[in-house]
């Protein structure tokens, strides 16, 4: 029967709060690593490629909640968050059709400058190893030139780096990944989780850190999948407040991965009932 996980987007506190959740449901007897297939946006690109390599998820939760007390990465200059938020604003903007708004917004990107090798390079540090997994993984980025929807996968012709760095290159904090002759931004401008991706699955369970932004979206991405037992997991309000007011906040990792073992425990009946 084919299961499918996916993991939506939600900066360096939804990779701490996808973790805790997981391992929260793994205590549980609930293991969501089992999946079929893992599709992973943004943070969930890091936490899918984690899983799919078989990392130890106890492993991985301790060491989210070891973070270094650094403070977070915000303000107007380059590459420092201002330029996120006036991507926000295009991207949440009604009147502008979707695939233009993220065209416009990888053009923001694209000017800001930031260096390519030492994003990819910090990046790196991230992953389990330098080769895809064997496991069918799919990772979401976005064409900084033309706002198209990208899936990467181990015979797209990228590498595993590239891949996830792609999906995880914020507009104005991280630079576009370049890929063959493309350069690609975050996944999470699509402002969705990636469920849409997952058509034909079964079973089908989605963790989304910033469903807030866009639920209706995400909703109607599961809809679209026809799959027969689906499950939308988010933060509740006491995870919202452990995340703060920037997800790039890497102080609010231990409380963040703390939320997703308390939810992870809380809804173990739940999605054992979709997932077994």
């Avoid at 449901?25 to 293991?31: E, F, H, P």
Wanted: with cysteine; aromatic share 2%; glycine share 14%.
């Amino acid at each position: 029967m084919s299961r499918t996980l996916v993991l939506g987007g939600g900066g360096v506190t939804g990779i701490a709060w996808h973790l805790g959740l997981i391992c929260g449901l793994q205590r549980a007897g609930v293991r969501l690593g089992d999946a079929d297939t893992i599709i992973g946006t943004s943070a969930g690109s890091v936490v899918g490629t984690l899983l799919a390599a078989g990392v130890d998820v106890e492993t991985a939760v301790a060491q989210q909640q070891a973070a270094p007390a650094e403070p977070p990465r915000t303000g107007s200059g380059p590459g420092r968050g201002g330029e996120w938020l006036t991507a926000m604003a295009v991207l949440l903007d009604p009147s502008v059709p979707a695939r233009e708004a993220r065209a416009r917004v990888g053009a923001m990107a694209l000017a800001v400058g930031l260096d390519e090798n030492t994003y990819l390079t910090r990046m790196a540090e991230l992953l389990p190893g330098t080769e895809w997994p064997e496991r069918d993984l799919r990772i979401v980025v976005v064409d900084a030139a033309d706002g198209r929807d990208v899936v990467l996968d181990s015979g797209s012709g990228a590498t595993l780096l590239q891949a996830v760095a792609a999906s995880c290159a914020v507009p104005g904090l991280m630079p576009p990944v370049t890929i063959g002759d493309r350069r690609y931004i975050d996944g999470g401008v699509r402002l969705g989780a990636g469920a849409d991706l997952a058509a034909g699955s079964q079973r089908l369970v989605v963790l989304a850190p910033l469903a807030m932004l866009g639920r209706d979206r995400i909703v109607e991405e599961i809809a679209s999948t026809g799959a027969g037992k689906t499950l939308l997991i988010e933060p509740d309000q006491e995870t919202l407040t452990a995340f703060g007011p920037n997800f790039m906040d890497a102080s609010r990792r231990p409380a963040s991965v703390l939320a997703g073992l308390r939810q992870g425990a809380a809804l173990a009946d739940t999605v054992r009932s979709v997932w077994s």
